[in-house]
C-alpha cells in the first residue's frame, strides 16, 4: 500500500484544516488507518485512529473533541479533520495502514506514508 497526505499548511490559531491520505496499489478497506505527527525535537506521536470498518476510533488526549478521523474506503482514503488548531499542533503529520489495529498501539504500522506539514501560528 502506497500512501500520500496532502493538505497541510500555514494556518493560525483556530483555524481548520482536513488532512487527506490517498492510498494506492491495494484496498485500505481491511487495514486499519491512523494519523501520526512529529514535532521537532519531539517522538512521532499517534494523533487518531480508525478500524478498518469505522466504527471504532482513537484519539489521543490532546486533540479530543477538536480533530476527527474518518474513512471512505470506496475513494480508499482516510481523512484527518483539524479544528480549532492551537500552535501545539505544528507538526509534520503522517498516515499509515495496519493490517493488526492493534499494533498502531505500539506506534508501528505496516505502511506509512510521506507526510505533510502542518504549521499553526500564533
Known amino acids: 500500500v502506497q500512501l500520500q497526505a496532502f493538505g497541510g499548511g500555514l494556518v493560525q490559531a483556530g483555524d481548520s484544516l482536513r488532512l487527506s491520505c490517498a492510498a494506492s496499489?491495494?484496498?485500505?478497506?481491511?487495514?486499519?488507518m491512523g494519523w501520526f505527527r512529529q514535532a521537532p525535537g519531539m517522538e512521532r506521536e499517534s494523533v487518531a485512529t480508525?478500524?478498518?470498518?469505522?466504527?471504532?476510533?482513537y484519539y489521543v488526549d490532546s486533540v479530543k473533541g477538536r480533530f476527527t478521523i474518518s474513512r471512505d474506503n470506496a475513494k480508499n482514503t482516510v481523512y484527518l479533520q483539524m479544528n480549532s488548531l492551537k500552535p501545539e499542533d505544528t507538526a509534520v503529520y503522517y498516515c499509515?495502514?495496519?493490517?493488526?489495529?492493534?499494533?498502531?498501539?505500539?506506534?508501528?504500522?505496516?505502511?506509512w506514508g510521506k507526510g505533510t506539514l502542518v504549521t499553526v501560528s500564533s
Open positions: 480508525v478500524t478498518y470498518s469505522g466504527k471504532s476510533t
Open positions: 499509515a495502514a495496519n493490517s493488526i489495529y492493534d499494533t498502531f498501539r505500539a506506534g508501528r504500522a505496516d505502511y
Open positions: 496499489g491495494r484496498t485500505i478497506s481491511y487495514y486499519g
